[in-house]
């Protein structure tokens, strides 16, 4: 099967999971793609990986690997919840609320659970500005519109 045979199928399973026409899916996956490129210890844990003092390098680069391959595996998670950050949270410059905080915000308001790495994934892809603050990440999300949620 050739990569595009590959894009094609991985386009289609996303409009089936979501329902988003085929180019908004494809233009969805390639920024997901590209968040992944430009963050390199994103894995579905967080940013890095559990414990990482107590881990050897090899250790730390096999778990960091996994993750990255569960978190790949979810891009549909991912883009569902992109979608709900840009409805329900404005963004604001300064990075001031933690990727943690806000997940379990959205897990209480739509009763979806995502992982910590998936939520960063999101909100990257969404274009909130950020800041590390490892495992987690700052976002510049509106306070305001966080409380009006909880």
């Known amino acids: 099967m050739t990569d595009d045979r590959r894009r094609k199928a ?6 089936a999971a979501t329902g988003l026409p085929y180019l908004e899916a494809r233009r969805q996956i390639t920024a997901f793609a590209e968040v ?14 559990f414990a990482s003092h107590r881990l050897t390098a090899e250790q730390r680069r096999d778990e960091l ?6 978190l790949a ?3 549909a998670v991912v883009v569902e919840t992109a979608a709900w950050l840009r409805e329900n949270i404005t963004p604001i410059r300064t990075p001031v609320v933690s990727s ?28 909130y500005a ?9 976002f510049g999300m509106s306070r305001r519109d966080l409380s009006r949620l909880d």
């Open 65 to 70: 690997a996994v993750g990255r391959e569960e």
């Open 10 to 15: 991985e386009i289609r399973a996303l409009q």
């Open 130 to 138: 950020f800041r590390y603050d490892q495992p987690n990440v700052l």
């Open 100 to 127: 943690y905080t806000v997940k379990h915000v959205m897990q209480r308001t739509t009763g979806r659970y995502a992982t910590n790495g998936e939520f960063i994934a999101a909100a990257l892809v969404a274009g």
């Open 36 to 49: 992944m490129r430009q963050h390199p210890r994103l894995n579905s844990f967080g940013i890095g990986v």
């Open 73 to 75: 595996g979810r891009v």
